[in-house]
């Protein structure tokens, strides 16, 4: 429970997925409408822009401050992913569809992290960078749920 709330309070901090400056909300803009306009990508899960895998892209995006044509490259990718695999179907499991996405914007923009992911040689410290959290958010966050 606390550790949730110490979660949600940082990703508040960061913003929403649609806050943020002008220029980041324009990518996350655009993101959302290369979706649902995209003819591979209609019928997927990513067409509910309210699921919480488009969210946490949208995060992603705003986050790393992903330029419009990076985000082009991004949608690109993923209907490369989806056309190949069919892994972002419409009835697929919430998880694994969040999963895929998520490597495929690994895939995409954090090369070096992808493959440590590959061959199992992943930090966790590494992974928790690309969600912009630092190791003293992480010790944080370790000692209250010490607490719990």
Not at 92 to 107: N, W
Not at 117 to 142: A, Q, W
Request: with cysteine; glycine share 4%; net charge positive.
């Amino acid at each position: 429970m606390v550790f949730e709330s110490v979660v949600k309070n940082h990703l508040s901090k960061v913003g929403e997925c649609s806050g943020g400056r002008k220029s980041f909300f324009n990518s996350v803009k655009h993101f959302k409408r290369l979706i649902l306009n995209s003819p591979v990508l209609k019928d997927t899960s990513l067409k509910n822009i309210s699921r919480n895998d488009v969210w946490t892209l949208c995060y992603l995006i705003q986050i790393h401050k992903r330029s419009l044509r990076e985000v082009e490259t991004l949608i690109r990718y993923l209907e490369i992913y989806h056309t190949l695999c069919e892994d972002l179907k419409e009835d697929t499991i919430f998880g694994y569809s969040l999963l895929s996405a998520f490597g495929v914007y690994l895939y995409t923009f954090e090369p070096k992290i992808a493959e440590k992911v590959l061959s199992k040689t992943l930090d966790g410290d590494e992974l928790l960078s690309v969600f912009n959290i630092s190791k003293s958010t992480n010790l944080i966050l370790n000692k209250m749920t010490t607490y719990i």
